[in-house]
Nanobody, 123 residues
């Protein structure tokens, strides 16, 4: 399984961005997927997760109410809609996937990782 993230960029505080992550490969369907981020000098942290069916989602407190994770299983793609962006959201965003149940994907348990996409929020 390969994961390809896209959609990052440079925006001002308060703006919106939508990240996409497409999974490809013979067994790419219905994976549990999630987004993580890593700011300069910081550890990688969980942002949001979604179950394979899309029926369950889970968010970090820092993004709850501003970010929305969703997926289109026909396209094997997961999205992260980011609204009301803040400078502290600046980070490289990574998508990850595994084959477990539920939405609480864990940084130590994820089986597949994509290359990151940089999000920079200016004040």
């Amino acid at each position: 399984v390969q994961l390809q993230a896209s959609g990052g960029g440079l925006v001002q505080a308060g703006a919106t961005l939508r990240l996409s992550c497409e999974a490809s490969g013979r067994t790419a369907g219905f994976l549990r997927m999630g987004w993580f981020r890593q700011a300069p000098g910081e550890k990688r942290e969980f942002v949001a997760g979604i179950s394979g069916s899309g029926s369950s989602t889970y968010y970090a407190d820092s993004v709850k109410g501003r970010f929305t994770i969703s997926r289109d299983n026909a396209k094997n793609t997961v999205y992260l809609q980011m609204n009301s962006l803040k400078p502290e959201d600046t980070a490289v965003y990574y998508c990850a996937a595994d084959r477990a149940i539920g939405a609480r994907i864990n940084i130590n348990g994820a089986d597949y990782w994509g290359k990151g996409t940089l999000v920079t929020v200016s004040s």
